[in-house]
């Protein structure tokens, strides 16, 4: 395979979580124009409680426009802030729960043909009650679910958020769930 060169790369339009960018590439001795989009990265938990029930997020998407069931994320406040930092941070923000008992699980790239954001996801265990702390346009609720059935709503397409399912499923194999 011949190397992709990029010639130039262009900011089109900057909004408050990404840039969108205009790259020329050439590409087997051809110019090519590629959208680009820059995500600083983000974080994710998969917080299990005593019982074993794993901690999700109910909030709004304004892209698919419903409410989605997700695992606690965000992104990161700056561009090399740490992952756990942000993992630990986003838990207890959007959960009202803290733990000081984190293992990374993996690394999700969650559309690689336009875009590079970057989500590490991480376990935590051991959670303290403590104070969710939202954002003024977050609306979130805080649900307990067994792993049976977020597999199975993976499995029937009720759950489609990647970072999600990549964390969800990533638990459920290394810990025989």
């Known amino acids: 395979?011949?190397?992709?060169?990029?010639?130039?790369?262009?900011?089109?339009?900057?909004?408050?979580?990404?840039?969108?960018?205009?790259?020329?590439?050439?590409?087997?001795?051809?110019?090519?124009?590629?959208?680009?989009?820059?995500?600083?990265?983000?974080?994710?938990?998969?917080?299990?409680?005593?019982?074993?029930?794993?901690?999700?997020?109910?909030?709004?998407r304004n892209a698919l426009d419903r409410f989605t069931l997700e695992l606690p994320a965000g992104k990161l406040d700056e561009p090399d802030e740490p992952t756990l930092e942000c993992a630990m941070r986003e838990l207890e923000e959007e959960t009202g729960y803290k733990s000081n008992n984190f293992e990374y699980l993996l690394t999700v790239n969650t559309t690689v043909a336009f875009c590079n954001e970057k989500i590490d996801i991480y376990l935590a265990r051991d959670l303290e009650k403590s104070a969710q702390n939202l954002d003024e346009d977050e609306e979130i609720n805080?649900?307990?679910?067994?792993?049976?059935?977020?597999?199975?709503?993976?499995?029937?397409?009720?759950?489609?958020?990647?970072?999600?399912?990549?964390?969800?499923?990533?638990?459920?194999?290394?810990?025989?769930?």
């Open 142 to 177: 805080v649900e307990l679910w067994d792993i049976d059935d977020l597999k199975q709503m993976i499995y029937e397409g009720k759950i489609t958020d990647g970072k999600t399912v990549a964390g969800i499923m990533t638990y459920a194999v290394k810990y025989g769930k």
């Open 1 to 60: 395979m011949e190397p992709v060169k990029r010639l130039n790369r262009e900011l089109r339009a900057q909004g408050t979580v990404i840039g969108l960018y205009k790259d020329t590439v050439e590409v087997n001795g051809h110019i090519a124009e590629w959208d680009f989009i820059h995500h600083d990265g983000a974080a994710a938990v998969v917080a299990v409680n005593e019982d074993g029930k794993l901690m999700m997020v109910r909030q709004y």
